[in-house]
């Protein structure tokens, strides 16, 4: 064949594999979505607040996990599964990465889990002697996400992902008065309008050929806590089960797109907090609040996908880690003098990489790491992701201190964020 030839047919041949088109080709993916409500079906201890009283009253909204199964054309795969839970306790992370190693020879790396960190969701810690309640809801939250990611899996077939980014602007940086002593009261979280924000919403959808979408994924940084108060003068958490207006953005996607699942992974929201919320406005009730944020985001979601909507191709590459983070043991009966801190980094081709952390991560952490990982890329970072366990402050945080610095030793961001950079390196070849 002569050079110009052969220059015209690889041109044809990558032309029909450009996004868009509607032949075959073009859904190099494939993809399985599958969804399942986990609302406790008994009453129980709720987790978020520690001033609650008593067990739940019952559900304003159901509670769902989610999962979704990718597969690259060399057959690599991923499941993504996110919550509406308070987070990722150890013990639940490693039952679903045995699950998916013995069913589907699934390696840790390729499991995200990700949690909203809803404050109206069951405590699944026994924290009362005795109580069993949350062992039989831990059985029960454990069957439904190895059901739910069987089922994605089950269910891969040809898919296209696409990716785009809206903004929401109803997270606020919430340290206003980090710096007063506890015992001032104008020390208590306040909103600060001139505190760092992530108002980035990243949407990942996927598509099968002949359908609308089948799934889409966001994230937004930003407490998942409207609900604080069950009314304005008492300072009581709410005892019904909701997912907050994480819950609620998923509700009004899925009520405005039959067939599709709304997938939310909490972003870096540490020190972020849904403003207004619980009873801050006299007129406004706070699950109004809740349903009018979910509302927002959602209709952010929407804005992306009707913006600039670009291809997502693989292959898929993603590697796990471990970082030891250390206390500075001030308390140590309190403190374990160290623990160890789940650092992970995916990269879908060379159009996104997602970077996902342990716990409550405050935002100079995504900030940052779009920053410095910024290329040809898109970079979402989340935070609560396949591990819970109290906040991870970012140097600036530390050294203020206040309710997001507990007291780790200053090199806590170098080692999260090397380890980061470290594993995005690793991915290059
Ligand atoms: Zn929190």
Redesign the pocket.
């Known amino acids: 064949m002569k050079p110009v030839a052969l220059l015209i047919l690889t041109l044809l041949l990558g032309a029909s594999r450009s996004f868009g088109a509607t032949d075959d080709t073009n859904y190099p993916w494939k993809a399985g979505v599958a969804s399942t409500v986990i609302t406790p079906q008994t009453n129980m201890w709720m987790a978020?607040y520690a001033a609650r009283k008593s067990p739940s009253h019952g559900t304003a909204q159901d509670l769902f996990a989610k999962a979704l199964a990718l597969e690259d054309e060399k057959g690599t795969r991923l499941v993504i599964v996110t919550m509406d839970i308070i987070g990722v306790r150890p013990w639940l992370r490693q039952f679903v990465e045995k699950h998916v190693a013995e069913r589907h020879k699934l390696p840790p790396e390729c499991l995200v889990m990700n949690a909203s960190?809803t404050?109206c969701g069951p405590e699944y810690r026994e924290i009362k002697e005795g109580e069993k309640t949350a062992g039989h809801y831990t059985a029960f939250l454990q069957e439904r996400l190895a059901h739910i990611v069987d089922e994605a899996i089950s269910k891969l077939a040809p898919a296209q992902l696409s990716q785009a980014h809206a903004r929401c602007g109803f997270a606020m940086n919430r340290r206003l008065n980090y710096a007063l002593p506890k015992t001032d009261p104008n020390s208590k979280k306040a909103p600060n309008p001139d505190g760092p924000v992530d108002h980035n919403v990243p949407v990942l959808m996927v598509q099968s050929p002949g359908t609308n979408l089948c799934a889409v994924l966001f994230s937004y940084a930003c407490?998942n806590?409207t609900l604080s108060s069950v009314s304005m003068t008492n300072n009581v958490p709410r005892y019904e089960f909701t997912g907050d207006y994480a819950g609620y953005a998923q509700e009004t996607l899925q009520n405005g797109r039959p067939g599709l699942t709304a997938m939310f992974m909490q972003g870096c929201g540490?020190d972020q907090n849904p403003y207004p919320r619980h009873y801050m406005v006299p007129y406004v009730k706070p699950l109004e609040f809740a349903q009018q944020h979910g509302r927002t985001l959602a209709y952010a979601v929407e804005a992306a996908m009707a913006a600039h909507v670009r291809p997502v191709r693989g292959p898929i590459r993603s590697a796990l880690e471990y970082v030891t983070l250390e206390r500075e043991k001030k308390d140590p009966k309190k403190d374990a003098p160290s623990r160890q801190y789940p650092v992970q980094v995916i990269r879908l081709g060379d159009d996104l990489t997602l970077a996902t952390l342990g716990s409550?991560v405050v935002v100079d952490y995504s900030l940052r790491l779009k920053r410095e990982l910024a290329g040809k890329a898109v970079v979402w970072v989340a935070g609560y992701s396949n591990d819970y366990g109290g906040?991870i402050p970012s140097l600036r945080v530390l050294k203020e201190g206040g309710y997001e610095a507990p007291d780790y030793k200053p090199d806590i961001e170098e080692r999260i964020v090397g380890k980061v950079h470290e594993l995005y390196d690793r991915l290059n070849h």
């Open positions: 978020g960190h404050h407490h806590t540490a409550e906040y």
